[in-house]
């Protein structure tokens, strides 16, 4: 299978979803990683500008560790819109990774980027079939399912389909530890340590399944998105 996942800034889909893509890369799937925002505005020690350039750079190492392919930093944080320009980026992104299924943010996350790309990557996933919407790629042939990942915190998302990830949380904590300029800013800024952060909300996740650790999800459920199929590790 071909996945992709999307998320707002470079460290998103290592906090939220980067066990079950490690999962799916050991099933044999092709993986895609692409964040929307070029994470220029997470730190206060560094000028934007720079802070981008690293943060691309961290983020490719990640993505090296599962061997994806990642592709992203298209709009400065903060000024992601659900926009024309932005969309037809989404749906260039769809039809280059032609996915089976993608993952997102859920779109009640708690910060306007990630709601953006929410609404982006839902509305460019059906966009992206259509022959006579022309952009720099062709058509894809599958509107894909779409499967949101966790919120900030796990606040107001009740998963309704579990990953047990505990073969590979030691594969998603190295890949969260690739954004290393992220560690000291989120301590700063939210008060938080990104590891334990991630850990607590992966054994919480496990707690509810059974499982030592795991990530929740929630499908997108509207008509002709639904797969019979589990198509989930
Ligand atoms: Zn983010």
Redesign the pocket.
Known sequence: MRVLAV???P??IELMCAGTLAKCKKRGDEIFMSYL?NGNKGGFDVPPEELAKTRKKEAENSAKIIGAEIAGGFFPDLELFVDDDSRRKVIDLIRMARPDFVITHSPDDY?T??TNTSRLVIDASFIATLPNYETGYPAHKLIPPVFFMEN?GGVNFIPTEYVDIKDFIGTKEKMLLCHQSQYKWLLEHDKIDYVDFMKSISRFRGIQCAALYAEGFCQYRVWGRISPARLLP
Do not use: I, R, S
């Open positions: 998320g707002a800034h460290d998103d925002c910060m980027d990630h900030a």
